[in-house]
């Protein structure tokens, strides 16, 4: 098994950013129409059609550690936003009305500025359209509400001498006639697939409104940053969990003193690692409540995964990504009494979470992907090694590995130590069970991305079989 370097740590130091200045600008393409034209001795012509695409609004509406400075609808074509980002991970987002007030049916054929605008220094401040794609048509009376974020990037290093960014992005409509607009592919609703038996997506029947694909090897792939992945569930939300059909590489979960106890007092042995993902609010406890402090800063992995795997990835992934709330709560394996559970497992991961681009698979995940009937909690999988048929590890690429989970192992009767992970195990049968190791064992265990994609992405080919992946309409 072939060791990765380390990962260089970078220090972030929190600052609140300058003026961030979003303009934006309508081009109206040339929209006319003769609808009526007189030519003899005394001959008339005139244009009777109106071409008239605005803005009509733009609305807060989600701001997180972000305030808006001013917003403005100039001439109605141009929309001026000036929002302060408070510290990294800080975003704002707008829902933004443009119409269609004219006689004459219309179709966005560019939309310029916004991959400038994000390779611009200072990079770790972004700006994304949602909702809103090339070739969408916006018919005469028609209006269409679409997303603007602007986000600092927690996973970008940064400058604070240079804490601002103007942008300029420009949505060009062209006059079309209806019959002219390519109508977009029918989306497909993987939910139209539920099964109540065998390889396949069910109802989650711990979490209201959520799907999870079970089995050993469910219609669950899905084409992702030109390379395959599956779909671990449908979320509640709509967004869409995946994880990599494959392992990055072999690395520490938290290299040796990457984070000290200065900074994160739950890591009590920084020579070890530390089994938490990512900061939290407040004070981190394992579940019994023995352990407690504070966690400040990220792991070794999640600064790899969120900064060089995740600029790794194509622009379109990227812009596919939603970030999200992963559960990092530790779970707890019963080895002298008690009755375990999912339910009690989801409970624990559930406590604490942290937010960003990219995770590890829970311990849960496993645990309801699970289609044998004995697999019923966490424990089950330790002691009794009856959590198979999962499609985690079904790839032929996959074989006889150990990968990380992001959750941490305790026990009810084991000396416990902020130290401790769990991770799971295929042997070639295909038997996954669960063990616990320290967060250093860099040399032994797998890294396997997981992710969230946004809830707008559509679905517009595909099967879900390895050979005919699940296409997302870019």
Known sequence: MRKLNRINKTKRKYYVVGTICIAMFFMMGIGYAILSQQLDISGTAQITSTWRILFTSAEEKEMNNATTISKQIVNQTTLNLNVELNQPGASAMYDVVVENQGDLDAMLTAINGVDEANNQDPKSIKVELQNIRVNDALLAG???????????????????????????????????????????????????????????????????????????????????????????????????????????????????????????????????????????????????????????????????????????????????????????????????AGNDSITKNLASEKAYTWTGSIGLPNVTDILRASLNSSCTSATDGYKNDTCDSNYFLESSSISDIQFWTMNGWYSDRRYNTSAYLWRSRRYGSGMIMTFFSTAMMENDLAVIPVTYLKSTIQITSGNGTRTQPYIILE
């Open 142 to 336: 028609d209006k269409k509400t679409f997303q603007v974020k602007v986000y600092w990037d927690a996973s970008v290093d940064f400058d604070d001498v240079n804490m601002s960014k103007d942008v300029q992005i420009t949505l060009i409509y062209e006059q079309r006639e209806a019959s002219e607009i390519p109508s977009p592919p029918p989306s497909i609703d993987i939910t139209d697939e539920v099964v109540t038996s065998g390889d396949g997506l069910y109802r989650d029947q711990y979490e209201s409104g959520r799907y999870v694909y079970r089995g050993s090897d469910p219609n669950n792939y899905i084409e992702f940053n030109d390379e395959l992945w599956r779909i671990i569930a449908k979320e509640a939300d709509g967004t869409y969990k995946i994880v990599r059909d494959n392992y990055l590489s072999y690395m520490a979960f938290d290299e040796e003193d990457y984070r000290t106890t200065a900074n994160n007092t739950y890591c009590a042995d920084p020579s070890s690692g530390c089994s938490v993902y990512g900061p939290v609010s407040g004070t981190f406890q394992s579940p019994d409540g023995s352990l407690s402090g504070t966690v400040t800063e990220n792991s070794s992995l999640a600064d790899y995964l969120t900064g060089t795997y995740y600029n790794s990835l194509t622009s379109t992934a990227r812009s596919q990504i939603q970030t999200h709330a992963f559960n990092i709560g530790g779970v707890l394996m019963l080895e002298s």
